[in-house]
T-cell receptor, first 112, second 117 residues
């Protein structure tokens, strides 16, 4: 039973446009959410996070939105750049737990 | 080094063979995690150390899996009598403080890709 779901295995966008990656979760006890980015043959790297007490967090070109009632979060990248091409993982935790529960990832391709 | 280092990068094992995977966390990082990532899946939690203490091993799939961090720095994940279903990328991650997930970023290594034939 997947607690964190990324239903789109892949997404392709043009350079300069907005990329929107989506994530749904089923466990209402999750209170902290993170996005990780992974290039081939490398480990995931932290991108941005959001606490459940907020509904938006922004860091440069990256913004994460959280809709608790829908148990949905999204990552917006604008403008998208070819270097953003990677696999993006959504992850969640609860109660300050050290365990992160990851989704399956979405492969983003940004075309020049 | 500046990041989390894992070795070997690739490991091919025959079914039934024992393997040992090494992780060198970032110096000074208190917490260390092991995750397993099967092909096409996201990383799945295996176990967690705070310094040398293994505080959570609930994700270890069977008693063939064993992890240790005897001096609170380098960690080894050992898999005994490997099976084909053990084939995956094994990721190690570390963080500075003892509570990760909430406010502390995990720094991941590049992983060890294990193939069991």
């Amino acid at each position: 039973d997947q607690q964190v779901k990324q239903n789109s295995p892949s997404l392709s966008v043009q350079e300069g446009r907005i990329s929107i990656l989506n994530c749904d979760y089923t466990n209402s006890m999750f209170d902290y959410f993170l996005w990780y980015k992974k290039y081939p043959a490398e480990g995931p790297t932290f991108l941005i996070s959001i606490s459940s007490i907020k509904d938006k967090n922004e860091d440069g070109r990256f913004t994460v939105f959280l809709n608790k009632s829908a148990k949905h979060l999204s990552l917006h990248i604008v403008p998208s750049q070819p270097g953003d091409s990677a696999v993006y993982f959504c992850a969640a935790s609860q109660g300050g737990s050290e365990k992160l529960v990851f989704g399956k990832g979405t492969k983003l391709t940004v075309n020049p | 080094g500046a990041g989390v280092s894992q070795s070997p990068r690739y490991k091919v094992a025959k079914r039934g063979q024992d393997v040992a995977l090494r992780c060198d966390p970032i110096s000074g990082h208190v917490s260390l995690f092991w995750y397993q990532q099967a092909l096409g899946q996201g990383p799945e939690f295996l176990t967690y150390f705070q310094n040398e203490a293994q505080l959570d091993k609930s994700g270890l799939p069977s008693d063939r899996f064993f992890a240790e961090r005897p001096e609170g720095s380098v960690s080894t994940l050992k898999i005994q009598r490997t099976q084909q279903e053990d084939s995956a990328v094994y990721l190690c991650a570390s963080s500075l403080r003892h509570r990760s997930g909430a406010n502390e970023k995990l720094f991941f290594g590049s992983g060890t890709q294990l193939s069991v034939l």
